[in-house]
């Protein structure tokens, strides 16, 4: 499978419990994106990398939030005392980039978060 | 601030019968870009448009674009059931900020 893969599925944590996600993306993509999506909504975006260094932060992204990318590959994203609002589908994306292509997104199937 | 407008947000079709989905978009912006979601599941590509006047078609969708009225739409010929799904418009203004719209959910009824 060459698609952006993500881990776990779905994630039930208590609130106030820290949970982490993983996004792989298209091994060739040096792009990376999260966005939250809640339901009935279009995705929000968090953040962005390239490669490993870290673009861009939404100011929907609270210090709870932080996300990593080491060594440009696989990124990972950290909820700290999860709150009940923190309950939504969280994506991932890649991208080659606009030189690359079209600045086409790639989605992950995503992590459904909910938080009791 | 970007806004992308969607409208209808909510789509009850009939089979056999044309419809279309309209995307409003605030701010200048030369790339454009339609995604279809199924419950439950992530965000497919559908189209992805580039520059004024671009027009895409894959079997009953066809999506086109006016950079000048910030209006992209999404045309549906004769709907058929397996087209029910939630589809986004995306804006990418700057090279790496896309904003989606709030979908359109369409449902082909018999």
């Known amino acids: 499978d060459t698609g952006v893969s993500q881990d776990p599925r779905h994630k039930i944590t208590k609130r106030g419990q820290n949970v982490t996600f993983r996004c792989d993306p298209i091994?060739?993509?040096?792009?990376l994106y999260w966005y939250r999506q809640t339901l009935g909504q279009g995705p929000e975006f968090l953040t962005y990398?390239?490669?490993?260094?870290?673009?861009?932060k939404s100011r929907l992204l609270s210090d709870r939030f932080s996300a990593e990318r080491p060594k440009g590959s696989f990124s990972t994203l950290e909820i700290q005392r999860t709150e009940q609002g923190d309950s939504a589908m969280y994506l991932c994306?890649?991208?080659?980039?606009?030189?690359?292509?079209?600045?086409?997104?790639?989605f992950g199937p995503g992590t459904r978060l909910t938080v009791t | 601030e970007l806004k992308v407008e969607q409208n209808p947000l909510f789509l009850s079709m009939q089979e056999e019968k044309n419809y279309t989905i309209y995307c409003n978009y605030s701010?200048?912006?030369?790339?454009l870009y339609w995604y279809r979601q199924d419950p439950g599941k992530s965000l497919e590509s559908l189209f992805v448009?580039?520059?004024?006047?671009a027009v895409k078609q894959e079997g009953r969708l066809m999506a086109s674009l006016d950079t000048k009225a910030r209006l992209s739409t999404l045309h549906i010929t004769a709907a058929v059931h397996d087209l029910s799904a939630t589809y986004f418009c995306?804006?990418?203004?700057?090279?790496?900020?896309?904003?989606f719209g709030a979908g359109t959910r369409l449902t082909v009824k018999p």
């Open positions: 994306a890649s991208s080659p980039g606009v030189l690359a292509g079209v600045g086409e997104q790639y």
């Open positions: 091994s060739e993509h040096n792009r």
């Open positions: 990398f390239q490669n490993e260094a870290q673009l861009e």
């Open positions: 701010t200048t912006s030369d790339r």
């Open positions: 448009l580039l520059s004024n006047g």
């Open positions: 995306a804006v990418a203004p700057d090279v790496d900020d896309m904003r």
